[in-house]
């Protein structure tokens, strides 16, 4: 959804749904490069951000490249900086953009590519948890 901005760069504003708690940290990654997703960490053109979870319910990434992207979150309730799992289950909440369906396993990047042209484009995420 387009909503205008500045000229010649993306305004995304990421609306985050369905934090079971403010403990710890909601850590965010923006990422074009699909071989870098959903771990970003590698990619350094990726745009991260972290903040107290008690303050990630609308969070804006200003002066973005237009063009596609994927997001992925995670609530790092215990504020580790890495998503906890047990037996490969995530212990703690997960997010992506376009909110893809439950499955083994992360979703692809081209189920949760959206596109960011010049100007403001919104995504609303839902955090799940499955423990």
Do not use: W
């Not at 995304?12 to 970003?40: K, M, Q, W, Y």
């Not at 990434?61 to 979150?73: D, E, M, N």
């Not at 215990?78 to 369906?101: C, Q, T, V, W, Y």
């Amino acid at each position: 959804m387009m909503l205008g901005g500045a000229a010649g760069t993306a305004e995304i504003e990421i609306s985050v749904e369905g934090l079971r708690n403010g403990n710890g940290s909601v850590r965010l990654c923006l990422t074009r490069n699909a071989a870098h997703f959903p771990d970003c960490n590698r990619d350094p053109a990726a745009i991260r951000r972290s903040l107290p979870a008690g303050q990630a319910a609308n969070i804006r990434f200003s002066g973005a490249a237009p063009g596609v992207y994927a997001l992925a979150l995670i609530h790092d309730e215990n504020d580790n900086g890495r998503l906890d799992k047990f037996m490969a289950i995530p212990r703690e909440g997960f997010a992506f953009s376009r909110n893809p369906g439950l499955r083994m396993g992360p979703p692809s990047f081209e189920e949760v590519r959206f596109d960011a042209p010049a100007g403001r484009v919104r995504q609303t995420v839902r955090v799940r948890y499955l423990l």
